[in-house]
C-alpha cells in the first residue's frame, strides 16, 4: 500500500491534483544533456524559417513543417511496434496541446513579426519563464517555485535583452497590439508545459506524434484556400529548410521536450528558452552570415546563471518562495 504522507509534504498535488507530481531530487548529467539538445533543436527555428519563409507563406510551412515531423516520428513508431491511441480522450489532450503550445502561439508570433522587431520579438517572446514562475507559484503550485527560480529567468531575461542589444529596444511599445499579442502567445507557451504534464502517462514519442498530425491537419484547409501551395515555387533552400525544420525542431525538438518536463518538471524545462538565444545567434552567424552580437559575452554569462539557478533542484535550496502568502494554511 501507498505510504500516507501529511497535507504539508505534498503542497502541490493538494494544490492541483490532475498534475503529477515532479522528480525533484538530485539531477544527474544526462537531464542538462536533454535540456541542452531541446535547447539545440528549437534554437535551429529562426535561421531555418529565414530560409524558407521568403518563398514559402507561413500556414503553408507551419503546416508542412508539422506533417513531415508527423511522418517521421510515425515511421518510428512503426519500426517500434508502437500504436497512437484511438481512445478520443487522449486525442483531446493531443489538440489541446499542440493548440497551446504550437498553432495558436506560431500564428500569433509570425503575423506579429511583420510590425514588431526581431530583436524585440525576441526578448518579449523570451519572458515564457517568468510567466510559467508566476501560474505555478500563484494558481498551479504543482511544483516548488522558488526565489531562486525567479531569479533565473530574470537573469536569463536580461541576459537575452544583452544578446541583442538594448538599443534596439528603444521602439519597444511603438507596436502596443502586435507587442501585447506575442505576450499572449508567450503565456500560451507558459500554459502548454504546464499543461504537457498531464501527458506523462504516454509515451513522449506517441504524444509528439499525435500532437503534430493535429497541428498540421488543422492548418492544411487554410493552407489550401489562402497560399494554394500548388501554385507556389519554393526554392530547393526553402524545401531543405522545411524539412530540416520539421525532423529537427518540430519531431525531435517536441519529443525531448517531453522527456524533459517528465525529467526535470515545468520551470526547469522552461530555461531551455533562454540557452536557445546564444545557440540561434550562433546559427544565425554560421548559416546566415550575419554578425557576431557586441554583448555576447556578458548576455551569454547572465543566461547561463539564469539557466544555473533555473535547475538547481528543489532539496538544495533552503529559500523557498514563501507559498503561504497564496496558499494560508487552514
Known sequence: MPQSTS?????????????????????????????????????????????????????????????????FLFAILWMRGVKLPTDLKAWKLFATQQLINSTFPFLVITWSQQYVPASNTVVLASTTPIFAFLITSLITRHEPATLLKLAGAILGLAGTAAIVGLDALHGLGSEIVAEIAILLATISFACATIFGLRLSEYDPMVVATGSLLFGGLVLLPPALLIDQPWT????????????????????????LFYVCLGRLGTLA????????????????????GESVPSNLALGLLLVMAGVAAMTVPAERLKWRWPMAMVNPPK
Do not use: E
Not at 524539412?243 to 525538438?253: E, N, R, T
Open 232 to 255: 507556389l515555387h519554393p526554392t530547393p533552400t526553402a524545401i531543405i529548410a522545411t524539412i530540416v525544420m520539421g525532423i529537427v525542431s518540430s519531431a525531435l525538438g517536441l519529443m
Open 269 to 288: 524545462t522552461n530555461a531551455q528558452g533562454y540557452l536557445r538565444i546564444p545557440i540561434g545567434v550562433g546559427l544565425s552567424v554560421l548559416l546566415l
Open 7 to 71: 497535507k504539508a509534504d505534498r503542497p502541490a498535488a493538494a494544490a492541483s491534483p490532475q498534475l503529477p507530481s515532479i522528480a525533484t531530487g538530485a539531477r544527474s548529467w544526462r537531464d542538462y544533456a536533454l535540456l541542452l539538445a531541446l535547447a539545440c533543436c528549437w534554437s535551429s527555428t529562426y535561421p531555418l524559417t529565414k530560409l524558407a519563409l521568403p518563398t514559402i507563406p507561413p500556414i503553408t510551412f507551419i503546416s508542412a513543417r508539422s506533417l513531415i515531423a508527423f511522418v
